[in-house]
């Protein structure tokens, strides 16, 4: 099969057949992470630029060690400035950056939808996003499947609960986006004031009342992590209130199936959205989420690249 | 000066005609309404059959942007599209750079229309100086120099006082308040209607309630003080039901929508399109529903574009960034003759939302083809078909999510004080 996509901004324009294809092609990635020399000439001559508008280490680093273990160029650009009003427009940028002949953009910007724009301007070259605002991040869905996949051998007919901030998730987005089309069903649960309206018509989700509901029985518990900044504003009193009815414990896990997995999309605020007993136990699979990254963004640079399925 | 327009279908819902006659103009007044008119020596006549022939159309809601913001439009090309969507008369709104706060800038603006424009301009003055929301404006003096409203479109009065004492005292001098009705701290930062097509693409979601709250507290302010008051750009179903409720209370309060809020939904934005961002924004399909009902019933009383023209490079950048608004001037007749075509209006009601009313609400002697009228007139074609085309429009932007659209229905002259300014 190949992937016929230029860009990968969102897993809302993917198939399931497609989100298969890239999970599988991550799963066939993990064995070159796990040699002694970690590295392959599959992307060699190929230039990759992690276009960076937010902070982030996770994603950034995953992103480039992905490109590295495939011999591509990676050059990194990170700048605080994503605004028109202060410095160049992102129009501008792109051009400039265009001009150099990237093969690849990955970006992260806080602007909801800004890869598309971006790829209007770029028809050459493959655009990933990293993350646009409070849209998607499709690198964090796949990776989170994967590593569901990993641990019950299916997504389908998985009972997944995310529970958080879901307004102002990308991750949830992605997650419900990628899940809804593998077959799994998924619940949803945050304070209202975090709970968009319409997100049972995004796909196969539950809009739970209470954390207990969504967690009730589930396979998979995901925690989002609480934006410290918004303490305080409209949406919550404060973050110990928070944690009180929204936070994950050892306690509240005992609600979820005995062999539950316990996800987070990092960074983790301890004691706020889980307590360190439940991030640092058993049932977490935070650190095989990471681990799984860069396979997951191996494969996609893959594709994007044109390369196909041996 | 002088015309004869023969044969056309007359429709003016002031005197209650509705009928083929032709109409004789002489030095920029309407002189005689009849049946098989002739021409005067050295009269020029048009031939209007199978066209309509109405009071001239008015727009009592768009954005000059001259002084201050030539870059977006002037004076003269505002007015030119004015013209070529058939529109006689134009209000315009104070965010101009400076505002519209003073005598002065009034007149520039009224002189430049007169001498280099295409059409009439109304200008409207700001309520508050410098549209700060402050102190009041000299309202008085706004209105001897031209102004028929005030307001500070683009933003609400956010005090209650201030707004209270400003209809008190518009009410004193004679001069219509008009509205922009919207909770800033309910629109915090979003960028698009709240509802599901906003959690779904991740735009943060300006919920329909800030405007009905605002609406309802003007609504209440006016009937409190016993000022009327015009509510400008109604977009939601609430804000709709408010404004019928106080009308059957008989509070003073009148209103408009644009074309685009019973046009389009908020599904118009997907692809982050910024020709669909717009304040109020695009909403969902049972306001568009509920905005047919309220033109349907008299409820909406006027159809104005909120003709809002921006640079290139204020809309093609990312969502959020983008600014504010769209033109609307050359598709505004189209758009509501579409309305016609589904059976929500009347051509009668279509006339009165588009000249009649706004010429009663805002006391412009306009609107009207009886004898001794000013000659302002409009002729359209409600049949012809045509492609919206970026190249051909008359406004200095091009920012238009019509673009591209097949539409039915044209102006095809358009007369001011009886000269032919568009044909």
């Known amino acids: ?310 | 000066m002088s015309l004869l327009i023969k044969g056309g279908r007359v429709i003016d819902p002031s005197q209650g005609l509705d009928e083929v006659l032709d109409v004789l103009v002489e030095r920029g007044v309407i002189k005689e309404l009849g049946k098989g008119l002739s021409a005067p020596a050295g009269v020029e006549v048009v031939d209007a059959s199978g066209k309509c022939v109405v009071p001239g159309l008015i727009d009592m809601h768009v954005h000059l942007r001259d002084p201050g913001l030539e870059y977006k439009e002037d004076i003269i090309t505002g007015t030119r599209a004015a013209a070529a969507g058939g529109f006689t008369s134009v209000c315009c709104m104070p965010n101009t750079k400076p505002v519209i706060d003073n005598k002065a800038i009034a007149s520039y603006i009224i002189n430049k229309a007169k001498s280099e424009g295409f059409c009439n301009v109304f200008p409207v003055g700001s309520i508050t100086y410098g549209m700060n929301g402050e102190r009041m404006s000299e309202m008085g003096e706004l209105k001897e120099a031209g102004c028929v409203a005030v307001s500070d479109d683009g933003k609400p009065v956010v005090s209650s006082e201030l707004m209270r004492r400003s209809l008190e005292y518009a009410r004193g001098m004679g001069i219509m308040v008009i509205s922009h009705a919207e909770d800033l701290s309910l629109v915090g930062e979003g960028a698009m209607n709240e509802g599901f097509t906003s959690t779904e693409i991740g735009l943060k979601g300006i919920p329909r309630v800030a405007e009905d709250i605002a609406t309802a507290r003007d609504v209440m302010l006016a009937e409190y003080t016993g000022s009327p008051i015009h509510i400008a750009h109604v977009s939601t179903k609430d804000s709709v039901r408010i404004i019928r409720e106080a009308k059957a209370r008989g509070v003073k309060v009148t209103c408009e929508t644009a074309p685009h809020y019973f046009t389009l939904t908020d599904d118009a934005v997907r692809g982050y399109n910024t020709n669909a961002k717009m304040n109020p924004p695009l909403r969902e399909a049972d306001d568009v529903a509920a905005i047919k009902a309220g033109l349907k019933d008299g409820t909406i009383d006027c159809i104005a574009t909120d003709h809002a023209p921006h640079h290139l490079d204020e809309k093609d950048i990312e969502f959020n960034e983008a600014m504010n608004g769209i033109i609307g001037l050359e598709t505004s007749l189209p758009l509501s003759l579409a309305l016609v075509e589904e059976g929500v209006l009347s051509l009668k009601q279509l006339v009165e939302k588009m000249s009649c009313n706004p010429s009663k609400i805002l006391s412009i002697a306009r609107g009207s083809l009886k004898a001794g009228s000013v000659a302002d007139i409009t002729l359209f074609d409600p049949a012809v078909e045509w492609t919206v085309d970026a190249e051909k429009l008359s406004s200095k932007s091009k920012n238009s999510p019509f673009i591209g659209w097949k539409v039915k229905g044209k102006a095809v002259a358009t007369i001011v004080a009886g000269k032919l300014v568009k044909a």
């Open chain 1, 1 to 310: 099969m190949e992937f016929r996509h230029k860009d990968i901004i969102a897993l809302r324009d993917l198939t399931k057949e497609e989100i298969e294809l890239l999970i599988s092609t991550a799963e066939n990635m993990r064995e070159i992470n796990s040699r002694d020399i970690k590295k392959v000439p599959t992307l060699r001559g190929k230039t990759i630029i992690n276009l960076f508008y937010e902070a982030s280490t996770r994603t950034r680093t995953s992103f480039e060690i992905a490109g590295k273990r495939l011999s591509a160029d990676t050059v990194n650009i990170t700048t605080s400035s994503s605004s028109s009003t202060k410095g160049e427009t992102l129009a501008d940028t792109a051009l400039n950056l265009l001009a150099m002949k990237p093969d690849i953009i990955v970006m992260r910007h806080a602007v909801s939808g800004s890869h598309y724009f971006l790829s209007k301007k770029m028809p050459n070259c493959s655009i990933i996003n990293a993350g646009d605002g409070t849209h998607e991040h499709p690198s964090q869905g796949l990776l989170d499947m994967l590593t569901m996949k990993d641990r019950f051998g299916r997504l389908d007919g998985l009972k997944v609960a995310i529970v958080g901030d879901i307004t102002h998730s990308r991750v949830a987005r992605s997650n419900i986006q990628g899940l809804t089309k593998m077959g799994s069903q998924i619940f949803v649960a945050g304070p209202p004031t975090m709970v968009p309206p319409g997100v049972e018509k995004l796909g196969n989700v539950t809009s739970c009342a209470t954390m207990k509901e969504a967690i009730q029985d589930a396979d998979v518990v995901m925690m989002l992590r609480i934006q410290q900044e918004r303490q305080g504003k409209t949406l919550m009193p404060n973050t110990r209130e928070y944690s009180r009815y929204f936070g994950l414990n050892p306690v509240n896990l005992k609600f979820a199936k005995p062999d539950a997995m316990v996800m987070h999309p990092g960074p983790i605020n301890r004691g706020v959205e889980m307590s360190s007993a439940v991030v640092d136990g058993d049932q977490s699979h935070i650190l095989k989420q990471v681990e799984n990254g860069v396979a997951v963004r191996m494969a996609m640079l893959y594709h994007v690249c044109g390369g196909e399925l041996e």
